[in-house]
């Protein structure tokens, strides 16, 4: 007699031990864990990523180097390979565990089989794959357990309430579409503007705008000219405490003299307030975290890097202290009260003061997407086994959960005085007191204003108007949190002043159409790849552009390889409508695939050769005869140490300069006619031949 048992294949092998320990006792095999009925296995995240151009061409046809003869590369079906080593090995861990996951699938008595990736769209194809690379033509019935945190309860509520993987389908669907396309482009485009530009240039939907959102503010900031302009101020004490009036009116630095009568005038005219509101008021504390406000907090608060954080966080997760990390929603489902009131539960015995309470501010189904916002557990970990930087982040997400169900109102009193100066101008003063503290006990008030003086209607204020010299300030680099502000939403106006209730909804709309930049699972590792290529930096917790990421953007303009904030806002709003059901796979790939193709043509009808990388020899120097190599930045004399000066930059008045032509250059004297030149005095464009002249490259008209 066969009995049923039931596999669960787990992303990885953390989860597959949080999974065993909701199950109960286990018995350890080679791979896998067995028992009650169950099995559960595990892959190492990635068992398989997509195969790279030189698999989809026959043995015979495949380079030994990357090519332009094998671009585009368009396979009419993506294949997945086992994940292999950096030296293009197979990797045998991999494969060994692969083939323990595909003989558990084919078990005779294995009738049921639970794909328990992580809950995001990742996970889900991840264990989708093995399961299709698995299955021998046997049908199974395929499961899906979604875990919101890996503690032991949530694992034996979960395997109570499967779902079929069938309604995770358009999850699918999204996560093997963004799969395909991001091949498609960074394969394609990364092989041609490298080839183009004889150096690695790593070109991704998303690497690139960010890299060039950095680019364009530290350009601003680097050819930013200050203007000089006076403000009329006044900083004068009254009971004891000074008080900062700066009136709206604005000189240009040619005004002084008008600048000093408006003071003047001012002078003469009597200060007195006119208008004092006094109220208490409730402060409502702050929303719970999603990962980007963590981040953003944890970056500006500790200058801790984003993928440092994510993985602390992921590390949290997998030991069932938080919350599912990757999520982009700062609301909890309607249904998770019952959940929230068991971790109240061990939250209150820690000694804080918090309570249920069911607040639209708090449980909101229409601003969650796939997982709520970050939140402990009911596990509570001991703090003392925590490294330094765990409990940061542990304490943080602890603090706000606190903050908002906490049981003791924070109450502030809230003055507005207005100033008038004679009939010329109004001044409005705000400031906050708080009297009773409550949540912000707990997580700090961020919002504070400055202390007023004692003063009353009708009192006088002391004023002293001088003209103050003052200039424009240039744009701010880009921090943690206002990068991740802007990826978020990249077409905000960041001028526009929208109060706190618009600005939100602005953001989620952003985020359930797809005009974000990388998603929250994504987009850290994405930045963080520009730091390790050396295209950012990361001081703190400002990041600037590198060398290596203007030649990146400056090279990729040149190419005429548009990939800004319009283009991938465009492909995330197709990549949402898969996943409503609303367009498909091939969509995605097709509209890729045309984008890609267009930038080929456009080269080859250049007809020019651009195959070859940094080192290569293209021919023997005019000057003295030795190897000619190409450079990073163009063309360069091998014999550059005894003195040789000879080279030729890569680009010319706005042109690229092919290896083809360079070796025309160097061997025939001289190219053929050249179009698209661009003056840089008059702008206009014009064509020429390039010449060698006494050791030189000269235009011949």
């Known amino acids: 007699m066969v009995f049923e048992i039931v596999?669960?294949?787990?992303?990885?092998?953390?989860?597959?031990?949080?999974?065993?320990?909701?199950?109960?006792?286990?018995?350890?095999?080679?791979?896998?864990?067995?028992?009650?009925?169950?099995?559960?296995?595990?892959a190492f995240g990635h068992l398989f990523s997509l195969a790279d151009v030189e698999a989809y061409f026959p043995e015979s046809e495949r380079a030994n180097r990357w090519t332009m003869e094998n671009l585009p590369c368009f396979p009419e079906k993506f294949k997945?390979?086992?994940?292999?080593?950096?030296?293009?090995?197979?990797?045998?861990?991999?494969?060994?565990?692969?083939?323990?996951?595909?003989?558990?699938?084919?078990?005779?008595?294995?009738?049921?089989?639970?794909?328990?990736?992580?809950?995001d769209r990742e996970g889900e194809i991840i264990v989708r794959t093995c399961i299709e690379k698995a299955l021998s033509g046997t049908s199974k019935d395929l499961k899906r357990i979604w875990l919101p945190d890996q503690t032991p309860q949530t694992v034996k509520e979960?395997?109570?309430?499967?779902?079929?993987?069938?309604?995770?389908?358009?999850?699918?669907?999204?996560?093997?579409?963004?799969?395909?396309?991001?091949?498609?482009?960074?394969?394609?485009?990364?092989?041609?503007?490298?080839?183009?530009a004889g150096t690695l240039l790593r070109v991704g939907r998303v690497i690139v705008p960010i890299v060039k959102a950095i680019y364009d503010r530290d350009m601003a900031i680097r050819n930013f000219v200050p203007e000089i302009y006076y403000a009329a101020v006044s900083k004068e004490l009254t009971n004891g405490e000074?008080?900062?009036?700066?009136?709206?009116?604005?000189?240009?630095?040619?005004?002084?003299?008008?600048?000093?009568?408006?003071?003047?005038?001012?002078?003469?005219?009597?200060?007195?307030?006119?208008?004092k509101k006094k109220k208490k008021d409730k402060l409502n504390p702050p929303k719970l975290y999603s990962l980007t406000k963590l981040q953003n907090y944890l970056g500006k608060r500790y200058k801790m890097s984003m993928a440092e954080s994510l993985e602390i966080l992921q590390g949290l997760y997998e030991k069932g202290y938080v919350t599912y990390p990757r999520t982009n929603s700062e609301y909890l489902a309607v249904a998770e009260q019952g959940k929230i009131k068991t971790i109240l539960q061990s939250v209150k015995e820690l000694g804080y003061p918090v309570e249920f309470r069911f607040d639209k501010k708090i449980f909101d189904d229409s601003k969650i997407e796939s997982h709520s916002a970050l939140t402990p557990t009911y596990k509570i970990p001991d703090k003392t086994k925590l490294t330094e930087n765990e409990l940061k982040v542990y304490s943080s997400i602890m603090r706000r959960f606190v903050a908002v169900f906490c049981s003791e109102e924070c109450i502030a009193e809230k003055t507005e005085i207005t100033v008038s100066v004679g009939d010329f101008e109004e001044f409005t003063l705000k400031g906050t007191v708080i009297v009773s503290p409550g949540w912000t006990a707990y997580d700090a008030y961020t919002k504070k204003d400055k202390i007023l003086p004692p003063i009353e209607k009708g009192d006088k204020v002391n004023i002293n108007f001088v003209p103050v010299e003052k200039e424009t300030s240039p744009p701010k680099h880009y921090t943690i949190e206002t990068l991740n502000n802007y990826l978020k939403n990249p077409f905000k106006d960041e001028k526009q002043q929208l109060g706190e209730k618009e600005a939100e909804e602005e953001e989620y709309r952003a985020m359930f159409e797809g005009l974000e930049l990388g998603t929250?699972?994504?987009?850290?590792?994405?930045?963080?790849?520009?730091?390790?290529?050396?295209?950012?930096?990361?001081?703190?917790?400002?990041?600037?552009?590198?060398?290596?990421?203007?030649?990146?953007?400056?090279?990729?303009?040149?190419?005429?390889?548009?990939?800004?904030?319009?283009?991938t806002s465009q492909m995330g709003v197709s990549l949402k409508k898969v996943f409503r059901g609303e367009s498909t796979v091939a969509d995605s790939v097709e509209m890729v695939k045309n984008e890609i193709s267009s930038i080929f043509d456009a080269a080859r009808q250049g007809g020019e050769n651009f195959d070859g990388f940094v080192g290569d020899i293209v021919g023997k120097c005019p000057v003295c005869g030795s190897d000619v190599k190409r450079t990073r930045f163009g063309y360069g004399c091998s014999g550059y140490r005894d003195g040789c000066k000879f080279s030729v930059s890569n680009v010319i008045c706005n042109k690229v300069v092919s290896l083809d032509n360079m070796r025309k250059i160097l061997e025939e004297g001289s190219t053929e006619l050249i179009s698209g030149f661009v003056?840089?005095?008059?702008?206009?464009?014009?064509?020429?031949?390039?010449?060698?002249?006494?050791?030189?490259?000269?235009?011949?008209?």
């Not at 953390?14 to 099995?39: C, P, Q, V, W």
């Not at 991001?182 to 041609?192: A, H, I, P």
């Not at 008080?243 to 007195?272: G, M």
Request: aromatic fraction near 10%; charge should be positive.
């Open 7 to 42: 596999l669960i294949i787990a992303e990885k092998p953390s989860l597959a031990r949080n999974i065993m320990a909701g199950i109960g006792k286990m018995t350890k095999h080679d791979g896998y864990f067995e028992g009650a009925g169950y099995i559960v296995t595990w």
């Open 679 to 701: 003056s840089k005095k008059s702008g206009k464009e014009f064509s020429a031949r390039l010449a060698l002249e006494d050791g030189k490259v000269v235009f011949k008209f």
């Open 242 to 275: 000074e008080i900062e009036l700066t009136s709206k009116n604005k000189f240009s630095k040619i005004e002084l003299d008008k600048a000093k009568e408006l003071c003047s005038r001012y002078n003469s005219a009597e200060a007195r307030v006119t208008a």
């Open 158 to 196: 979960a395997l109570q309430n499967l779902k079929s993987e069938s309604e995770y389908d358009n999850l699918a669907n999204e996560g093997y579409a963004r799969t395909f396309t991001d091949w498609l482009y960074g394969v394609n485009l990364t092989r041609y503007a490298t080839l183009r």
């Open 80 to 119: 997945f390979e086992i994940k292999k080593d950096s030296n293009k090995n197979i990797d045998s861990g991999a494969k060994k565990q692969f083939e323990i996951i595909k003989g558990l699938c084919n078990r005779a008595d294995v009738d049921t089989i639970i794909n328990a990736g992580d809950a």
């Open 520 to 567: 929250e699972a994504t987009r850290t590792g994405i930045i963080d790849n520009a730091r390790k290529s050396e295209y950012i930096l990361l001081k703190k917790d400002t990041y600037t552009i590198l060398p290596a990421g203007e030649h990146l953007v400056e090279s990729l303009g040149r190419m005429n390889i548009i990939m800004d904030k319009f283009k």
